[in-house]
């Protein structure tokens, strides 16, 4: 099955140029794929969080509970990889 991964970046919304411009090629390649399948992520809309060394350590290292939010990021981006090697 052919697929289309598309990240939205641009915060303009329904004024974005470049959304304008995806949207169009979006719909080009649909009517061309059919039974393609289009995943899209929107990061101006849901951001995944900095991915910093300490965001790296906390998702591997026990016991540095005091850097929970650190471990969301870390999360957060192991999340959205998984999702673009399932192709979802």
Do not use: C, Y
């Amino acid at each position: 099955m052919t697929s289309l991964l598309v990240i939205e970046v641009s915060p303009n919304g329904q004024n974005s140029v470049s959304r304008t411009i995806s949207k169009e090629f979006i719909d080009a390649w649909n009517n061309k794929n059919p039974g393609g399948k289009v995943f899209m992520r929107d990061l101006a809309a849901h951001p995944i969080p900095h991915l910093d060394a300490e965001a790296i350590f906390a998702g591997i290292v026990p016991g540095m509970d005091a850097l929970i939010p650190k471990k969301e990021a870390s999360r957060a981006s192991a999340v959205a990889a998984a999702k673009v090697r399932a192709g979802a």
